[in-house]
């Protein structure tokens, strides 16, 4: 594991898309791992603004989600489906057909898990992941639980996690559950990268760096993966 440190999140963006676009521009159809959440959308800006300047192309890119809500129909404003296109999808030449999400409207997720895992191993996996990281040490929606999970699955979301994105709902309460890649699923992107920033991410930052491999803290299994890079800012990194 990889831990750089930065003055913060615009610094973190510039480095994350710069990465990003070195593997697009390596490997034009290369396979991305994304996420949601507040964290990535700096580095989205950059891809975008590299897009932009004639700096990268994501004319022949596919992607894969790391996680959707349950319960939720596809183009709500609050779906992980939606937050994609606004934040990078439409502001970028990537062809829909590419673009691959786990359906959380499904009645069977444990087909909709093989389909998934299919199609990713269809396209040769995934070359690099981008994860955040919950306060409690949640990568997608992987929580704090007694053992690691393999392939996607559906997952009941924990008081914190519902604590930290019911603000994006208003009044309307959030989804229970949701759809995510398992752990198996992450740990077998050829590279990843996590992102963190602000004080709130250092206790997970810490137990994640110092605290042993545990499924209490799923980002803890990304020690036993052999090529990770973690960007922090100053915050984040304040415990280490
Ligand atoms: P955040 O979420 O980027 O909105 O903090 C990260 C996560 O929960 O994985």
């Given at each position: 594991?990889?831990?750089?440190?930065?003055?913060?999140?615009?610094?973190?963006?510039?480095?994350?898309?710069?990465?990003?676009?070195?593997?697009?521009?390596?490997?034009?159809?290369?396979?991305?791992?994304?996420?949601?959440?507040?964290?990535?959308?700096?580095?989205?800006?950059?891809?975008?603004?590299?897009?932009?300047?004639?700096?990268?192309?994501?004319?022949?890119?596919?992607?894969?989600?790391?996680?959707?809500?349950?319960?939720?129909?596809?183009?709500?404003?609050?779906?992980?489906?939606?937050?994609?296109?606004?934040?990078?999808?439409?502001?970028?030449?990537?062809?829909?057909?590419?673009?691959?999400?786990?359906?959380?409207?499904?009645?069977?997720?444990?087909?909709?898990?093989?389909?998934?895992?299919?199609?990713?191993?269809?396209?040769?996996?995934?070359?690099?992941?981008?994860?955040?990281?919950?306060?409690?040490?949640?990568?997608?929606?992987?929580?704090?639980?007694?053992?690691?999970?393999?392939?996607?699955?559906?997952?009941?979301?924990?008081?914190?996690?519902?604590?930290?994105?019911?603000?994006?709902?208003?009044?309307?309460?959030?989804?229970?559950?949701?759809?995510?890649?398992?752990?198996?699923?992450?740990?077998?992107?050829?590279?990843?990268?996590?992102?963190?920033?602000?004080?709130?991410?250092?206790?997970?930052?810490k137990g994640m760096?110092?605290g042993?491999?545990?499924?209490?803290l799923?980002?803890?299994?990304?020690?036993?993966?052999?090529?990770?890079?973690?960007?922090?800012?100053?915050?984040?990194?304040?415990?280490?």
């Amino acid at each position: 594991m990889e831990v750089k440190i930065f003055n913060d999140a615009q610094e973190i963006a510039v480095a994350a898309a710069e990465l990003f676009t070195d593997i697009i521009n390596n490997k034009n159809d290369a396979v991305l791992g994304l996420a949601t959440g507040a964290t990535p959308v700096p580095t989205y800006e950059k891809l975008i603004e590299a897009y932009e300047q004639g700096k990268v192309s994501f004319k022949d890119v596919r992607t894969f989600n790391l996680d959707e809500y349950c319960d939720l129909p596809k183009d709500d404003k609050n779906s992980y489906y939606t937050f994609m296109h606004e934040n990078l999808f439409n502001k970028v030449d990537i062809k829909e057909e590419n673009v691959n999400f786990l359906d959380g409207n499904v009645e069977d997720w444990e087909q909709e898990s093989k389909r998934y895992a299919d199609a990713m191993a269809a396209v040769g996996g995934i070359d690099i992941q981008l994860l955040g990281i919950g306060t409690n040490g949640h990568i997608g929606f992987n929580e704090p639980a007694d053992a690691f999970t393999d392939e996607s699955f559906k997952v009941t979301l924990t008081q914190s996690t519902i604590d930290s994105n019911q603000k994006y709902f208003g009044e309307v309460p959030m989804p229970r559950y949701a759809l995510t890649m398992g752990i198996g699923s992450i740990m077998r992107a050829k590279k990843i990268l996590l992102i963190a920033t602000g004080a709130s991410k250092a206790e997970a930052i810490k137990g994640m760096i110092k605290g042993g491999v545990t499924p209490k803290l799923p980002a803890s299994v990304l020690n036993e993966h052999s090529d990770v890079i973690v960007m922090l800012d100053k915050e984040a990194a304040s415990l280490l």
